[in-house]
């Protein structure tokens, strides 16, 4: 979706009261950070919310994305990681909180005329 919005709609909101397009991702790629670093063992920042350009948001999104996936990767028994949860339930926590987000920023690109990734192989 990061790579897929159009620069111009990283300031879209779909309503004045909500976060835009950019904040959204930004948003995303600093709690996948903070939850994936976490189950890793570390305590990793990428301060996305201090980014605007597309090219630096999408940046962060991946190196977020990169750091889940070594989280899913390295995932053993339930051993602690923080906040009093363990690995397997930090990771779980952010991916539920991703398809949250995943869907209002799916609102965005609906309402720009854009298909989202999940549904562009789908008949509309």
Same mark, same amino acid.
Do not use: W
């Given at each position: 979706?990061?790579?897929?919005? %159009?620069? *111009?709609?990283? #300031? @879209?909101?779909? $309503?004045?009261?909500?976060?835009? @397009?950019?904040?959204?991702?930004? +948003?995303? =790629?600093? /709690?996948? $950070? &903070?939850?994936?670093?976490?189950?890793?063992?570390?305590?990793?920042?990428?301060? !996305? !919310?201090?980014?605007? =350009?597309? !090219?630096?948001? !999408? =940046? #962060?999104?991946?190196?977020?994305? =990169?750091?889940?996936?070594?989280? @899913?990767?390295?995932? /053993?028994?339930? /051993? %602690?990681?923080?906040?009093?949860?363990?690995?397997?339930?930090?990771? *779980? @926590?952010? $991916?539920? +909180?991703?398809?949250? *987000?995943?869907?209002?920023?799916?609102?965005?690109?609906?309402?720009?005329?854009?298909? %989202? %990734?999940?549904? #562009?192989? &789908?008949?509309?």
């Amino acid at each position: 979706m990061a790579e897929q919005m %159009p620069e *111009e709609n990283y #300031a @879209f909101k779909a $309503t004045p009261d909500v976060r835009s @397009f950019g904040e959204l991702v930004a +948003h995303v =790629a600093d /709690t996948q $950070t &903070r939850f994936c670093s976490m189950a890793a063992g570390e305590q990793k920042s990428v301060n !996305a !919310a201090s980014k605007k =350009a597309k !090219a630096d948001l !999408a =940046a #962060a999104l991946r190196d977020s994305s =990169a750091m889940c996936d070594a989280a @899913f990767d390295g995932l /053993t028994d339930a /051993t %602690p990681a923080g906040m009093g949860r363990s690995k397997l339930a930090l990771v *779980e @926590f952010n $991916t539920g +909180h991703s398809n949250e *987000e995943y869907g209002y920023m799916s609102v965005c690109m609906r309402l720009k005329g854009i298909v %989202p %990734p999940s549904s #562009a192989d &789908r008949k509309q």
